[in-house]
Each structure stands twice: as structure tokens, then as C-alpha cells.
């Protein structure tokens, strides 16, 4: 079945770096986006970016230019994210998700399916 | 940027109870409007795209409508397995925004 499977808990210090994988099965990598998506505690659900893993082209939310990198290994078909210089409020857990563009009923859009099990980044002195 | 307003942010209901939960858009996104499920410690799961379309495996009593920039999310006949935390997402355009969530908890 088409699956996301992301690395492990890491914490860090600010200042500090994270690198988080997600690795994709059952399905063609370079076929469908990858999303990062994270959920600082107690919040909701904030979009960071994505990337076409067939040409590598990426876009970012605004806030995380410059912070943030996403990046892939085709041969592997895993995805990664980046975001350094970290602070306190980067605690989060930090998903991947496919995007899928398709039919839904009469129309052509795209939404997120399935998602990583996410990974909790902690960030502490 | 597409800003997503959910409402109401918490939700208190029995189980057999019909729930609805309403987003509403910036600007209009035609139906590039999405909902998810999420429980805790769990991954988000989609529910319906298109503003209307029920993904395979999702009961029936979930139904998505709107179109523009109101769409509303209700569950008929609610299920102890429902009491979750439910997002709204615009795919229109990037930033791919969420609304701020609906937390329905049991009575």
C-alpha cells in the first residue's frame, strides 16, 4: 500500500540544524508531490512547502524561505526537510504528505494523501 | 495569501448526534477545499476533496458541500470513533493553507 515513513525523534539546540526523512513506498516517487506540514503543540496544522521530486523544484510558505530546504534521493525515493537555525518555537511535529492532483467527482483538483506518521522535532537548551 | 477561517473551534456532541462545522475563504477557491481528521498521535487523514467527494473507505455519514468560499463538513449519526480534530485546507494555491481546526469532544 502507498506509504510514508518518517525518521525518528530528534532534539536539538537552538541555533542548531534538523534534517527529517520520509521515505515513500508503493507508489512511483517522482509521480507526486511531497508536503511538509507541521503541528506545534496545542496548534493546528501549518503548511511549510513542497517539492516536485521529478525536477526538484520546491516553493516555501513565506515564513520558512531562506530556513527551510527540501530535498529528495530518486534512487531511494525519500524526501527530506531541512530548517536551521532553529528555536524554541520549531518544537513540533513535523509531517510529510503526498499531493495528488486528480479527479474529485466532477471536478480536477489536489489534496494531501496519505500523510508520514510525523516525527517530533524538539528544540531545548 | 488564502486565509481559512473554520468555525466553531470546539464542539461538544453525543454519539447519534448530526454535527456541522463551516469554512469559509478569503477569496474564492471554486472547490479546491479538503478535509481531514486528526487524532492524537496519529497522522491527519483526508476525508473528502473537492469540497465534496468522500475518499474510499470513509463512512457515508460524512458529507462535504460549497463551492466559492463557504463549504460546510457535517457528520450524520456520530460514531465514538469520530470525536477527533477536523481541518479544512485550500489547494487553490500555495501557501496550502489549513483553518485553525474544530475539536469535537464527546458529551
Known amino acids: 500500500q502507498v506509504q510514508l515513513v518518517q525518521s525518528g525523534a530528534e532534539v536539538k539546540k537552538p541555533g542548531a540544524s534538523v534534517k527529517v526523512s520520509c521515505k515513500a513506498s508503493?507508489?512511483?516517487?517522482?509521480?507526486?508531490?511531497i508536503n511538509w506540514v507541521r503541528q506545534a503543540t496545542g496548534q493546528g496544522l501549518e503548511w511549510m512547502g513542497w517539492?516536485?521530486?521529478?525536477?526538484?523544484?520546491?516553493g516555501y510558505a513565506q515564513q520558512f524561505q531562506g530556513r527551510a530546504t527540501i530535498t529528495r534521493n530518486t534512487s531511494t525515493g525519500t524526501a527530506y526537510l531541512e530548517l536551521r537555525s532553529l528555536r524554541s518555537e520549531d518544537t513540533a511535529v513535523y509531517y510529510c504528505?503526498?499531493?495528488?492532483?486528480?479527479?474529485?467527482?466532477?471536478?480536477?483538483?489536489?489534496?494531501?494523501?496519505?500523510w508520514g506518521q510525523g516525527t517530533l522535532v524538539t528544540v531545548s537548551s | 495569501d488564502i486565509q481559512m477561517t473554520q468555525s466553531p473551534s470546539s464542539l461538544t456532541a453525543s454519539v447519534r448526534d448530526t454535527v456541522t462545522i463551516t469554512c469559509r475563504a478569503s477569496?474564492?477557491?471554486?472547490?479546491?477545499l479538503n478535509w481531514y481528521q486528526h487524532k492524537p498521535g496519529k497522522a491527519p487523514k483526508l476525508l473528502i476533496s473537492?469540497?465534496?467527494s468522500l475518499q474510499s473507505g470513509v463512512p457515508s455519514r460524512f458529507s462535504g458541500s460549497g463551492s466559492g468560499t463557504d463549504f460546510t463538513l457535517t457528520i450524520s449519526s456520530l460514531q465514538p470513533e469520530d470525536f477527533a480534530t477536523y481541518y479544512c485546507?485550500?489547494?487553490?494555491?500555495?501557501?496550502?493553507?489549513f483553518g485553525q481546526g474544530t475539536k469535537l469532544e464527546i458529551k
Open positions: 517539492m516536485n521530486p521529478d525536477n526538484g523544484n520546491t
Open positions: 473537492g469540497a465534496s
Open positions: 485546507q485550500q489547494s487553490y494555491s500555495t501557501p496550502y493553507s
Open positions: 504528505a503526498r499531493g495528488i492532483a486528480g479527479v474529485s467527482g466532477t471536478y480536477y483538483t489536489n489534496w494531501f494523501d496519505p
Open positions: 477569496q474564492s477557491i471554486s472547490v479546491f
Open positions: 508503493g507508489y512511483t516517487f517522482i509521480n507526486s508531490d
